[in-house]
């Protein structure tokens, strides 16, 4: 594992496509993948495999059955068109969780009044948009968090 990494942490996605790209994004940045149940499609999936083009092998994937299984030891930090403040005024360290909620429905308000304010972040977008698709949204914030921590130990 990479000591600037940052672990995404999805919550509940259907779209098998979505986390075959957050799982390409994680084998090339050392970041580990948590999926929180349920999901609409099976980790073995040759689909999966077939079109996350052998990055699965390179990439850490941990599945949870609630996201109150999930226990991370660093800061948590969540993405949500609800966050007061943009992802790029987060102070991130290594070994952060940023935790994704599904593009439709973004996390429950339940888990997000549980955290800090200050760790529920957003991305800048115009002001009628909903959201961005979800793989792009991770891979945005992930590299900011990297280049925060001066993309230590990458090439």
């Given at each position: 594992?990479?000591?600037?990494?940052?672990?995404?942490?999805?919550?509940?996605?259907?779209?098998?496509?979505?986390?075959q790209h957050i799982?390409?994004?994680?084998?090339?940045?050392?970041?580990?993948?948590?999926?929180?149940?349920?999901l609409e499609f099976e980790l073995e999936d040759k689909?999966?495999?077939?079109?996350g083009?052998?990055?699965?092998?390179?990439?850490?994937?941990?599945t949870y059955k609630s996201i109150d299984?999930?226990?991370?030891?660093?800061a948590v930090y969540a993405l949500s068109t609800r966050g007061p403040k943009y992802y790029h005024q987060a102070d991130f360290k290594a070994g952060d969780y940023l935790v994704f909620?599904?593009?439709?429905?973004?996390?429950?308000l339940e888990y997000l009044n549980t955290l800090n304010s200050d760790h529920i972040l957003r991305l800048?977008?115009?002001?009628?948009?909903?959201?961005?698709?979800?793989?792009?949204?991770?891979?945005i914030v992930v590299y900011e968090a990297l280049r925060q921590?001066?993309?230590?130990?990458?090439?």
């Open positions: 594992m990479l000591d600037s990494r940052q672990d995404p942490s999805i919550f509940q996605q259907f779209q098998v496509i979505i986390i799982i390409r994004l994680c084998a090339n940045t050392g970041c580990t993948l948590h999926l929180i149940e349920p689909q999966l495999r077939r079109a083009l052998d990055y699965h092998e390179w990439a850490e994937v941990k299984e999930l226990k991370p030891e660093q909620g599904p593009e439709t429905r973004g996390l429950p800048p977008m115009q002001e009628h948009s909903r959201s961005l698709n979800l793989s792009n949204t991770v891979a921590n001066q993309f230590s130990n990458f090439k």
